[in-house]
Structures are given as structure tokens and as C-alpha cells.
T-cell receptor
Framework: KAGVTQTPRYLIKTRGQQVTLSCSPI?????VSWYQQTPGQGLQFLFE???????NKGNFPGRFSGRQFSNSRSEMNVSTLELGDSALYLC????????????????FGPGTRLTVL | GENVEQHPSTLSVQEGDSAVIKCTYS??????FPWYKQELGKGPQLIID?????GEKKDQRIAVTLNKTAKHFSLHITETQPEDSAVYFC???????????FGTGTRLTIIP
């Protein structure tokens, strides 16, 4: 079974530009979550999508947005890039079982390394 | 929100010795306690997890123990090997909630 794939793997942008990152979840997984990883702030939750709807959101400004398509693939967009947006952006997918007694193992992709100059 | 602290931030262990990493959390509603391992250039990978109705779980050289009263859980690695060198994260969560609140990470180095 193929793992979570993210494209592109590396990206260089300048301040003020916008960027779109893509994530393809494991086949059959319906939930996709996005995380930002930086040396200073660590791993921080951005948002989660399930059945094309944003189900959960972290504490990031509105410049960060995302969407999910009917095939569960997801994209995240960052507008008006700032130097502080330089980070590794990780995508994770899970089956998202709805039974309350179950847990949802998250499978992470390798990430997209974004550098803002 | 959940506050998660992890100690130590760095840990160097002689090959073959044991390593212990502790995670303290604040949200008493947390009922799922995973540990992730992140190697260079890769995303985090789940290595072991435990639910709140279980005090300990073991998988070969790796074990997790939970003290729900004190709100902390620990990762234990025995007979450490060079391939155990990585950054380890705890990430307490709730069932059915995909949001993981990660700890600050522990860089484990195994000295040959």
C-alpha cells in the first residue's frame, strides 16, 4: 500500500507570494490533517479535513487555508507569505473511524520544505 | 488548550542501555497516548500507543507506561541500537479527534 505523498518536496518563494501544497492520503483514508514544523515552535496543528469539510482548525491566521477533494486528496494554501512561514509542512491521513472507542492512527507524509526569502 | 511537556529534550545513551522519555499533559480528557519517531528527512512515524484504560503496553524493545492520575506517560526503549537514534514526540489526543498536540520532542542519540 502506498504511503502518504506530498508534492512538491521542496519549495522556495519570496515574501508576499502565495503557495499551494498538495497531499495524497493513503488509499481509503478519509481524513487529512496538516501540521507545520519549525525549530522554534515544534509541530503545530493547522487543520483537518474530512469528507471535503474542515472539521478542526488550529491557531493560525486566515492566510493559511486548505481544501479537500472528493477523492480525499488535499491542498493547503498560504497567501502573502512571510519569512516566518518557512517550515516543514506535514500532511497526515487516517481512516477516521467514528466509533468513540477507536483511535485514529495518523500516517505522515515526508513533508514539503518551504523556504521564504 | 492542551499543554504538553516532554523531558529530556536531548538524551545520549550507550548502545545496549535503556532510554526513558517522559511526557506530561494537562487535558484530563485525553484518552489516547501515542509516541512518534521522526528520522531525518522523514515525517513522524507512530511507534507505539496506549489507551487510557491500559497502564502499560509493550512491543518488543519498546514500551509505554501511563499514569493518568498524574497526567504523564513515558516511552521506554531497552537494548538500544544505533537505528533508534531519532527525535521522539509524544502527542496526547482524544478518540475520534484527529488533532494531535505534539510535545517539544526528544533527540535521542545512541552512542556505539
Amino acid at each position: 500500500k502506498a504511503g502518504v505523498t506530498q508534492t512538491p518536496r521542496y519549495l522556495i518563494k519570496t515574501r508576499g507570494q502565495q503557495v499551494t501544497l498538495s497531499c495524497s492520503p493513503i488509499s481509503g483514508h478519509r481524513s487529512v490533517s496538516w501540521y507545520q514544523q519549525t525549530p522554534g515552535q515544534g509541530l503545530q496543528f493547522l487543520f483537518e479535513y474530512f469528507s471535503e469539510t474542515q472539521r478542526n482548525k488550529g491557531n493560525f491566521p486566515g492566510r493559511f487555508s486548505g481544501r479537500q477533494f472528493s477523492n480525499s486528496r488535499s491542498e493547503m494554501n498560504v497567501s502573502t507569505l512571510e519569512l516566518g512561514d518557512s517550515a516543514l509542512y506535514l500532511c497526515a491521513s487516517s481512516l477516521a473511524r467514528t466509533r468513540p472507542s477507536s483511535y485514529n492512527e495518523q500516517f505522515f507524509g515526508p513533508g514539503t520544505r518551504l523556504t521564504v526569502l | 488548550g492542551e499543554n504538553v511537556e516532554q523531558h529530556p529534550s536531548t538524551l545520549s545513551v550507550q548502545e545496549g542501555d535503556s532510554a526513558v522519555i517522559k511526557c506530561t499533559y494537562s487535558d484530563s480528557a485525553s484518552n489516547y497516548f501515542p509516541w512518534y519517531k521522526q528520522e531525518l528527512g522523514k515525517g513522524p512515524q507512530l511507534i507505539i500507543d496506549i489507551r487510557s484504560n491500559v497502564g502499560e503496553k509493550k512491543d518488543q524493545r519498546i514500551a509505554v507506561t501511563l499514569n493518568k492520575t498524574a497526567k504523564h506517560f513515558s516511552l521506554h526503549i531497552t537494548e538500544t541500537q544505533p537505528e533508534d537514534s531519532a527525535v521522539y514526540f509524544c502527542a496526547p489526543a482524544n478518540f475520534g479527534n484527529e488533532k494531535l498536540t505534539f510535545g517539544t520532542g526528544t533527540r535521542l542519540t545512541i552512542i556505539p
